[in-house]
């Protein structure tokens, strides 16, 4: 099971890095043709997004790997999952509901880890 967590904590921090780099790097006009979800938020928020799923990204992943501070991971695990509820919400209320499956698969997927994390496979 360690191994699995291990998995799919690299495919989560892949899939974190590549979104929360897209929305740091870009401005919200260019990333509203591919997100359009950004049309309801600040440019401001969106980058804030964007940081958040970054340092999620790298803690999912560092802090077990150098073995500092090894709670850090499944506490990213669980901002990862608040943040796709939220993400999840915001597509519901603009009718997006094909986004819906693509945040709860994250969903579950950072719920596993954080599970594992905390509890019988923790670090």
């Known amino acids: 099971m ?3 967590l291990w998995v799919i904590q690299i ?3 892949g899939v974190f890095a590549m979104a929360g780099g897209m929305k740091v790097s870009q401005p919200r006009q ?5 997100q359009p979800w950004v049309e309801d938020f600040s440019s401001r928020t969106v ?7 970054l ?3 790298i803690g999912l992943v560092l802090p077990a790997a150098v073995d500092v501070l090894p709670v850090l991971t499944p506490l990213a695990a669980t901002g990862l999952a608040v943040l796709m509820l939220l993400a999840a919400n915001t597509h519901r ?3 997006e509901t ?3 499956g693509v945040n709860a698969v994250l969903l579950v997927l950072a719920v596993i880890v954080a599970w594992g994390r ?3 496979y923790s670090f």
């Open 55 to 57: 340092l999620a990204a």
């Open 118 to 120: 905390f509890g019988p």
């Open 98 to 100: 094909p986004n819906i």
């Open 93 to 95: 209320r603009r009718g």
């Open 47 to 53: 980058r804030l997004i964007g940081v958040a799923e």
């Open 30 to 34: 260019k990333l509203a043709s591919s």
């Open 11 to 13: 495919l989560l921090a």
């Open 2 to 4: 360690d191994i699995a």
